[in-house]
């Protein structure tokens, strides 16, 4: 074997072999199947939420019927609270957990009982027996919370911040799935080009706008409680971090 081969051997049997193109396709595919599941999530949550929404702003927003004056049948959303004495108590299993039940008497013949569910067990339920005298608070005819004393306790039909909490969880989804469906693209043209191994900057750099615009997106849900005003703002949040951190990656290239 001459010199020039014996050194062209030893240079191949040195270099590194490539990972297979199935290894490759794992950064491309995952990623995408990932980002797609997320982000068609997040839509459905926000195609189902304007109504919980809107309904979470009209509570928070209902005046005493005393202070407007007449009842609830007149002033429509106000909140109205009536006296009534506890018939029975009932804790049922439901799932893994216990519902809580109260039947009260609404003080008029012609009135049948009136079922609550409460949230939990709570201070009010603790304390409850047939006999007792509590205040009821309804709107819009469902009861939102009990009162025995000084207590109080909400009861399950009480509009709260669950919507809000699911409008939060939706834009989360949607800025994670739409990072993993962008870094698919990106680790398909790098695998096209055969560019080199990704350094740790350019992940954590993504890593921390992506943070950021999560946390932009949970302030828009909490702060704005709108679907059609919160999307915008959150995009807006996310363009802003991921300009930011394509910057850095520029000077610091």
């Known amino acids: 074997m001459t010199p020039d081969r014996a050194r062209s051997s030893t240079a191949a049997s040195a270099a590194p072999s490539l990972p297979p193109a199935s290894t490759g396709l794992k950064g491309v595919v995952i990623p995408a199947v990932v980002g797609s599941v997320m982000a068609?999530?997040?839509?459905?949550?926000?195609?189902?939420?304007?109504g919980e929404l809107s309904e979470a702003r009209d509570f928070q927003a209902a005046r005493p019927c005393e202070e407007i004056g007449g009842s609830a049948a007149e002033n429509g959303d106000c909140l109205a609270t009536w006296p009534a004495t506890v018939l029975a108590t009932e804790a049922r299993p439901r799932g893994k957990g216990v519902a809580h039940w109260i039947t009260l008497d609404q003080g008029e013949e012609d009135l049948p009982?009136?079922?609550?569910?409460?949230?939990?067990?709570?201070?009010?339920?603790?304390?409850?027996?047939?006999?007792?005298?509590?205040?009821?608070?309804?709107?819009?005819?469902?009861?939102?919370?009990?009162?025995?004393?000084?207590?109080?306790?909400?009861?399950?039909?009480?509009?709260g911040l669950?919507?809000?909490?699911?409008?939060?969880?939706?834009?989360?989804?949607?800025?994670?799935?739409s990072v993993l469906l962008r870094a698919s693209g990106w680790a398909h043209r790098r695998r096209a080009i055969q560019a080199p191994a990704v350094r740790a900057r350019q992940i954590a750099v993504p890593t921390a706008a992506t943070a950021v615009a999560v946390g932009i997106a949970v302030a828009a849900a909490v702060l704005i409680a709108n679907v059609l005003l919160a999307l915008p703002v959150a995009a807006a949040g996310c363009a802003a971090a991921w300009a930011a951190s394509a910057r850095l990656l520029r000077h610091g290239a």
């Open 113 to 159: 009982p009136f079922r609550v569910r409460l949230r939990g067990e709570g201070p009010v339920w603790e304390k409850l027996a047939p006999g007792d005298r509590v205040t009821v608070a309804t709107w819009r005819a469902a009861a939102v919370w009990v009162e025995a004393g000084n207590e109080r306790q909400d009861a399950t039909e009480r509009p």
């Open 162 to 177: 669950g919507p809000v909490v699911r409008l939060a969880v939706g834009l989360v989804l949607l800025m994670v799935g």
């Open 40 to 50: 068609l999530t997040a839509a459905v949550l926000f195609a189902l939420l304007p």
